[in-house]
């Protein structure tokens, strides 16, 4: 594989592969698209928008395209993954996320989600600032299987330690339900520091699991794990 | 910005934030108020847009760091 294996940064070419990562990421094994549930749009609608969001290239949150890496084997985009450092700008990617959906949704659209909102808030886990923090990890289902995500995520981790090294930390959240995530994780380091559960089930119509779960690990472990 | 207008702003702070305390500052950020979420941010920009009547730019959102940014941002848009 290492012959014809690259890593690099996204551009604008690969804006549809980044929706497919995104919206793969996002739906955690499962059909559910927690941004199409809570802004009733249907999955055209928001291929669209975050087409046009990507495109706006906001950094420092995870619908970011200069944010993202991209492995590429034999010529064939084979898998992404996004990477960014908290708060780095001044702004928690959190709010920088309303502030893009305010804009691209639109007033009504967010008036509408508010309660769908405050459903799937329960689940908000705090991103540590100064932290890097990895979204959107996605590898297509012919190249699962060869370490391509941990690559990925490794290249991030080694990319932001060389820009910035008082950075200490790597945190990631995913579903609770996304076991082979979650085991992929472990092996190059990560453990469960934080767990969020609904206290309802109400939210899986909303979101893909009624979990969530924060890993984080020292980055310097990462490194000399590799 | 007008004393009158920082009044109006806080307002909006004190109800969107379901604090009847809340006194806003140039410098606070969502860091320094507790209910200040990504859902509350939302209802933020859009109360703000509605009480000032006026529209924000993407860009103009994303630069935002402070309420002093906000405040600064309401002050060039209503200026006759």
């Given at each position: 594989m290492d012959n014809n294996f690259i890593l690099r940064q996204a551009n604008d070419s690969d804006i549809d592969f980044l929706i497919e990562a995104i919206l793969n990421a996002e739906m955690s094994g499962t059909d559910t698209i927690s941004y199409c549930n809570i802004f009733s749009v249907s999955k055209d609608e928001l291929m669209k928008i975050l087409h046009d969001v990507l495109e706006e290239?906001?950094?420092?949150?995870?619908?970011?395209?200069?944010d993202f890496l991209i492995a590429i084997i034999d010529g064939e985009r084979a898998g992404a993954v996004c990477a960014w450092v908290e708060g780095?700008?001044?702004?928690?990617s959190a709010l920088l996320k309303s502030s893009i959906f305010f804009h691209f949704f639109g007033k009504e659209k967010c008036e509408q989600a508010a309660e769908k909102l405050k459903i799937a808030e329960q689940l908000a886990i705090h991103r540590e600032q100064t932290c890097i923090q990895i979204e959107s990890v996605y590898v297509c289902k012919k190249f699962r299987g060869l370490g391509i995500s941990n690559k990925l995520i490794c290249q991030h981790i080694k990319n932001y330690a060389a820009i910035d090294n008082s950075l200490e930390k790597v945190q990631i959240l995913l579903a609770k339900t996304n076991e082979s995530a979650y085991r992929s994780y472990e092996k190059i380091g990560f453990k469960i520091t934080c767990e969020k559960q609904a206290d309802?089930?109400?939210i899986l119509k909303i979101l893909p699991s009624d979990t969530m779960i924060q890993m984080e690990s020292l980055i310097k472990n990462i490194l000399n794990n590799k | 910005m007008e004393q009158n207008s920082i009044d109006k702003l806080n307002a909006i702070f004190r109800k969107v934030f379901e604090d009847n305390a809340l006194q806003i500052s140039?410098?606070?950020?969502?860091?320094?108020?507790?209910?200040?979420t990504s859902l509350t941010h939302l209802s933020l920009i859009s109360e703000v847009e509605d009480a000032f009547s006026i529209k924000f730019k993407l860009k103009e959102l994303i630069a935002m760091k402070n309420v002093g940014d906000l405040m600064k941002l309401i002050e060039n848009k209503t200026a006759a």
């Amino acid at each position: 594989m290492d012959n014809n294996f690259i890593l690099r940064q996204a551009n604008d070419s690969d804006i549809d592969f980044l929706i497919e990562a995104i919206l793969n990421a996002e739906m955690s094994g499962t059909d559910t698209i927690s941004y199409c549930n809570i802004f009733s749009v249907s999955k055209d609608e928001l291929m669209k928008i975050l087409h046009d969001v990507l495109e706006e290239d906001i950094q420092g949150q995870e619908l970011c395209v200069s944010d993202f890496l991209i492995a590429i084997i034999d010529g064939e985009r084979a898998g992404a993954v996004c990477a960014w450092v908290e708060g780095a700008e001044g702004t928690s990617s959190a709010l920088l996320k309303s502030s893009i959906f305010f804009h691209f949704f639109g007033k009504e659209k967010c008036e509408q989600a508010a309660e769908k909102l405050k459903i799937a808030e329960q689940l908000a886990i705090h991103r540590e600032q100064t932290c890097i923090q990895i979204e959107s990890v996605y590898v297509c289902k012919k190249f699962r299987g060869l370490g391509i995500s941990n690559k990925l995520i490794c290249q991030h981790i080694k990319n932001y330690a060389a820009i910035d090294n008082s950075l200490e930390k790597v945190q990631i959240l995913l579903a609770k339900t996304n076991e082979s995530a979650y085991r992929s994780y472990e092996k190059i380091g990560f453990k469960i520091t934080c767990e969020k559960q609904a206290d309802n089930q109400e939210i899986l119509k909303i979101l893909p699991s009624d979990t969530m779960i924060q890993m984080e690990s020292l980055i310097k472990n990462i490194l000399n794990n590799k | 910005m007008e004393q009158n207008s920082i009044d109006k702003l806080n307002a909006i702070f004190r109800k969107v934030f379901e604090d009847n305390a809340l006194q806003i500052s140039a410098t606070m950020t969502a860091d320094d108020v507790d209910k200040w979420t990504s859902l509350t941010h939302l209802s933020l920009i859009s109360e703000v847009e509605d009480a000032f009547s006026i529209k924000f730019k993407l860009k103009e959102l994303i630069a935002m760091k402070n309420v002093g940014d906000l405040m600064k941002l309401i002050e060039n848009k209503t200026a006759a």
